[in-house]
């Protein structure tokens, strides 16, 4: 059933409108697989549904998300009393539901568009370096040492991007063998409806690729390792690699990479009262579960890909 803000015909059961609104999921229900970076906005779909009876824009949501998160930046930015910790954590746990209700309404409406993706990956950018910056400025103005933080601040940024892009190259992966639709590509550069489209996309779409595309192109690099160690080298779009790329047990095991989990564990240091505790969080321990899955990822298919 297709689903647009003008129906072709009324959903009058519940079984049409539980379809219908199925849709605003990524994957179909027999594709999923456990995602642990929402755990903690789990309740979304609740807020999708309230937001299409409302008949908000997805656009507008993201444009919501970015500013609850960059408010949340703010407010950690100012040495305040520790009330302002808590307004900011439920901003950035406000941020993280709206960011996860702007693809599923565009989904469920089916106006998603090449400018939307951009503005919500770039948005997303520029949130976490709002935050980051912040939880410095607000260390180095408790006392810590400018240098070491410095050092910190921007291990954890490029940690957070490297960690996301990892995650996102399994998951599009996926999604596109699924068989769904998507506003993402697996290479972003000379997409020809970008060359089309108005300027803004346009700009979009460059700054997009100054910003993300070497990383995409680093994910697939070491994912093209990591197959060639199993015996998988070549195109990653060739069908013999399906089973590496549709193990669910693999994506679920990604998904702590994602942007939900990194905005998780700032809320518990916005609740610690620590937030500069997010540093080493991201920059030590995520780090180290990346590369641990990574190695245990080519160890767990290395001989027994053609057993599975």
């Known amino acids: 059933m297709t689903v647009s803000l003008t129906m072709t015909r009324p959903v009058d059961t519940a079984t049409d409108r539980a379809t219908a609104l199925d849709a605003m999921f990524k994957m179909p229900r027999h594709r999923r697989y456990f995602n642990v970076s929402v755990l903690w906005v789990a309740y979304f779909p609740s807020v999708v549904r309230l937001l299409l009876a409302a008949r908000v824009r997805h656009e507008v949501v993201t444009v919501l998300s ?3 998160g960059l408010a949340a930046a703010w407010l950690i930015g100012a040495t305040g009393a520790y009330a302002t910790l808590l307004v900011a954590a439920m901003l950035v746990h406000g941020r993280d539901v709206l960011d996860a209700c702007d693809g599923s309404l565009a989904r469920l409406t089916g106006t998603g568009h090449r400018l939307g993706r951009f503005l919500d990956t770039i948005g997303d950018g520029v949130v976490l370096t709002a935050l980051v910056v912040a939880i410095a400025m607000r260390a180095t103005g408790a006392g810590a040492p400018v240098g070491t933080t410095i050092v910190w601040a921007v291990t954890a940024w490029m940690s957070m991007f490297m960690q996301c892009s990892y995650f996102n190259y399994y998951q599009l992966h996926y999604v596109m063998r699924s068989g769904r639709a998507s506003m993402s590509r697996l290479d972003e550069r000379s997409v020809p409806e970008d060359q089309s489209a108005g300027g803004l996309t346009r700009a979009m ?5 100054a910003w993300f595309g070497w990383q995409d192109r680093l994910m697939a690099w070491i994912d093209d390792r990591g197959r060639a160690a199993i015996g998988l080298g070549g195109s990653a779009l060739d069908p013999r690699c399906d089973r590496w790329f549709e193990d669910r047990r693999w994506l679920s095991a990604n998904s702590p990479l994602c942007i939900g989990t ?24 995520m780090n180290l579960y990346w590369a641990i899955i990574v190695a245990m990822r080519v160890a767990d298919f290395r001989g027994n890909l053609g057993s599975r």
């Open 262 to 285: 990194h905005l998780f564990a700032l809320i518990l240091c916005l609740l610690a009262a620590h937030p500069a505790w997010f540093f080493p969080a991201v920059a030590v321990g």
């Open 66 to 68: 970015i500013l609850s």
């Open 205 to 209: 779409a460059w700054l997009y690729l």
